[in-house]
């Protein structure tokens, strides 16, 4: 079944599942009859999360030494990906804090919790 888009003379705009373009079109919530508006075009996949928090920088340096431009892009970049993250709480992934993130723990940083590797728990 295609999706139709349909527009009504009250302003409402929707879509619908219909069985065949001879099918009636479904009424409104206004209870008129609206009229069928031509195709839009749907891409399918090409949505995007934007860059994820891991990817900010995360050092003076990281930021071009203060770059006012590149401060305010990413400052941009993460707002958009904060609002996301609220819609969508499955992106927002492991929020715990980071307490290393250098040396041994370059490749896997430890965070809030997690047990330090090479430490028996005594």
């Known amino acids: 079944m295609p999706i139709y888009d349909y527009a009504c003379e009250c302003g409402n705009r929707f879509e619908a599942l219909v069985p065949s373009s001879a099918s009636p079109a479904p009424s409104c919530a206004c209870g008129s009859s609206p009229r069928r508006l031509p195709p839009a075009v749907r891409l399918g996949g090409v949505a995007s999360a934007g860059p994820s928090r891991d990817d900010a920088p995360k050092s003076w340096r990281g930021t071009g030494n203060g770059d006012r431009e590149t401060v305010r892009h990413w400052h941009q ?38 047990p330090v590797p090479g430490e028996s728990g005594s």
């Open 77 to 114: 970049q993460m707002t958009r990906r904060e609002k996301l993250e609220q819609k969508y709480p499955e992106l927002a992934g492991d929020r715990r804090p980071v307490l290393a993130h250098e040396g041994r723990f370059a490749a896997a940083p430890l965070r809030a919790g997690d």
